[in-house]
C-alpha cells in the first residue's frame, strides 16, 4: 500500500527517461503536454546533468560605484523603516510617515554609502568587478515512474514532439 507521503521524488522509486533535452524549456513543455493530457505529473522529474556554475561578468565596479549601490540599497532600506515607524506613530504623532520615510531614505543612504566605500575598500582591489553567478545543465531528462513509463509514452506519442531534432526516445530504466 502506498502512503500519500511518497512521491516521485523518493530516491527507492525506479524511473525511466522519457526524453533528454538541450533546453530547460523542452523539458518543461513535455511535462506540460504530460499534464495536459491528464498525466499525474506529480510521478515526473526534470533532472539537470552536467552542471556548471556561470559567472557572467557585468562591468567594472568603482569605489564610487560600490558606494552608490550601497547607498541606494541603504536609500530604500531607510525609506522603508521611516515609513513604518511613521505609520504606526512610533517616534512622535505629530511627524508623518512621510516626512518619517525622507529621512530615513536620507540616513539610509548615507549611512549605505560609507559602508560601500569601506567594504569596497577594505577588499584591496582583489575584486574590481561586479557580477551575478547562475547554474546551468548541459542537458535535462524527463524522468517518470516506472509504472506510468508506458502510459506517458504513449501520450507524448500521440502529441508532436517538442522539438523535430530531438523526439522523445522509448523509455529506459535508470537507477
Known sequence: MTRPHDRAGDAREQRVVLGSYREYADAERVVDRLSDAGFPVEHTAIVGRGLNSVEQVTGRLTTLGAAGRSALSGAVLGALFGWIFGLFNWVDPVISGLLLAFYGLLFGAALG???????????????DFSSISAMRADSYEVLVSAHLADEAARLLGAAPAPRADNPAPAPRPTA
Open 113 to 127: 554609502a560609507v559602508l560601500g566605500l569601506v567594504g569596497h575598500s577594505l577588499t584591496g582591489g582583489r575584486r
